[in-house]
Structures are given as C-alpha cells and as structure tokens.
C-alpha cells in the first residue's frame, strides 16, 4: 500500500537571510527560521537583534540583502504581491495618518487589498467593535490614546482577512486591563486558523500565548523550539521565601534553588517538618526571563 506523508505546510520558511543597511550595519547574517502554519510564534530577541528588520522583510518594507524567503510557499522574490496579500502586519511604529478618520483608515487599507468597499465596511464595524474602538471610529486617529492607537494598527492589520498575522511589539505602552482583551482576541484569531508572529519584550505574554518561538542575537537564530520544552530545559528556578521558625516566630527570608522538574510543594513539605513555616513564596525571576537570559549566555 502506498503510504501518503502529509507534509505540514510552513506559515514562513526563511533560509540563509542578510540583511546589511546602507550605512553598513549588519542586521542579520544568516537567519533561518520556519513557522508551521497556525502557530502561534514569539520571536525573541535584545533590543537591535533583527527582529524588525525581519519582519521588514516579510512584508516588503526592508530589501533583503541575500536568502530566501517564503510565505505560505509563495517565494518572496517571485511572488510578491502573493505574499503581501497573506500578511497583515501591525507595525513597532504608528505609521498611520494622524489627521484621518479611524474609519477611513481601515477602509482604506482594504482598497489596497483590492476588498470591495461594501464589504470591507462591514468587516471594519465587526474589527472595530471587537475591538472596542466602534464609538471612535469618525475621529481623527490623532485624538486616540496610545492603546486605541496600537488596537487601530490591529483592525487595520486584519482587514484583508490575512492568513498571517505579524505584530511587532503589540502591547508595548497598553494597560494591563487592555493587554488581557488583546490576548484574548488573538487567541481567538488563532484558535479560528490564523498563523500568528509576535515580537515582545513581555516575557509572560509569550508564556501565555505563545506555542513555539525563536530566539534571534545579532542577526542569527540561536535557538527555536516549543516554548513550554524550551522552559522545561532550564535547570533551576529560584524562589525567595517568606518563612517562620516555630520556636521563634520570627520573620526571615530565605533563598532556595530546585530543579525545574521538582515541586515546590516538597520542599515546603520538608521545611515544615523541620519547624520552618513558609509564610510566602515568589519565584526569584520570572520563568521566561531566566530562559531569555540562559539562552543569550
Ligand atoms: N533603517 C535602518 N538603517 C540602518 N540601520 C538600521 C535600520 N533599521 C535597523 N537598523 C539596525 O539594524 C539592527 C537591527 O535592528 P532591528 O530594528 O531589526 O532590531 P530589533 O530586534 O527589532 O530591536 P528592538 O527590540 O529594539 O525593536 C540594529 O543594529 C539597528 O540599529
Ligand atoms: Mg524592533
């Protein structure tokens, strides 16, 4: 019997990538990085690692200097309004009209894409409202505050139904309260088929959201995998503790190191055999944090 090998389909597929800038910086130098389709991907990275600059090159901002690029199996270099059509892309920088009406802004976007205008009416009152920006939608973008102005970049991004999703920073400078409602929705857009790229120096958004991520230094890949196995190869975490001596009831606090597969809930076990009481327990750094700075040793 013949066997059918059903190949996953890749969202980006990106080989041997450069990019050097007119002035000669070399932003990346050889970046390969593949993400399956309806990932949910972080692409991680120090301040100036390349991150923008990739994501400039997926979406036909940033020339690239040498290297392949495929979107959706579309090649970039062959292919280009294909591969632009896949993407919708919320940029680092507002880069929007300040004087243009929040709803002229997302229809207009939909021209671009060739979305009739009736239809892309309809689809910007269903972006807006859900992302709560409906009652803004006749004001001019300049009078938003700068969370409204990040949700505009999200609506805009989305209008032409984009199979892939790019964000560059997304909640950077949004409230805790707002943060929560985008990653709902992005949760949604995701669970509903939609690949999704992220950029963020929020660490716990990855954990939250994130399946697989990358972590790019200076201008290369030096790690990719699933968050959740990449987070189980560090090997320690660092609790500090609130803790009580029976005898003396004083307060102390005091430092303690386990494996990252051992639980927390033993050692307070231990402890309290002893006659010591945790009073409080936080973990020294956060979890993502600790691999961030594991991998870019
Ligand atoms: N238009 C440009 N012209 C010249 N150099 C640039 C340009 N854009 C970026 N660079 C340089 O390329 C390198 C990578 O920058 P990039 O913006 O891709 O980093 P990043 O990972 O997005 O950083 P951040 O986390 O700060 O946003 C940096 O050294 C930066 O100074
Ligand atoms: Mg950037």
Not at 64 to 69: C, R
Not at 130 to 139: E, G, H, P, V
Not at 266 to 293: H, W, Y
Request: aromatic share 6%; with cysteine.
């Amino acid at each position: 019997m013949k066997k059918i090998i059903m190949k996953r389909s890749l969202a980006i597929e990106i080989k041997g990538l450069r990019k050097t800038y007119a002035g000669g910086t070399k932003a990346l130098k050889g970046l390969n990085l593949s993400v399956e389709e309806g990932d949910f991907f972080a692409l991680l990275g120090s301040n100036g690692a390349g991150k923008t600059t990739t994501i400039g090159i997926l979406t036909s901002l940033v020339n690239k200097s040498a290297g392949k690029v495929h979107v959706f199996n579309y090649d970039l270099d062959k292919d280009i309004n294909a591969v632009k059509s896949q993407i919708g892309v919320v940029p680092q920088e507002f880069n929007f009209n300040v004087f243009e009406k929040v709803i002229d802004i997302i229809v207009c976007q939909a021209g671009y894409f060739g979305v009739p205008r009736k239809i892309a009416e309809k689809r910007a009152e269903e972006i807006l409202k859900a992302l709560d920006l409906w009652d803004k939608r006749n004001k001019v973008s300049r009078s938003l505050s700068g969370g409204m102005k990040r949700r505009l970049l999200i609506a805009r991004a989305l209008i032409h139904k984009p199979k892939l999703l790019i964000l560059d920073e997304p909640t950077a400078g949004v409230d805790v309260e707002l943060r929560y409602g985008m990653w709902k929705y992005l949760k949604e857009l995701n669970k509903e088929g939609m690949t999704i790229l992220l950029t963020t120096h929020y660490l716990e958004e990855v954990e939250q959201l994130c399946k697989n991520m990358a972590m790019i230094r200076e201008g290369k890949v030096i790690a990719q995998g699933s968050v959740q196995e990449l987070l189980k190869s560090l090997e320690k975490q660092s609790y500090v503790l609130e803790v009580y001596n029976n005898e003396k009831a004083q307060k102390q606090i005091m430092e303690v190191e386990i494996a990252a597969n051992e639980s927390i809930t033993a050692l307070i076990q231990k402890l309290s055999e002893k006659g010591i009481l945790v009073n409080d327990i936080q973990p020294k750094t956060n979890r993502m944090e600790q691999l961030f700075l594991k991998l870019l040793k």
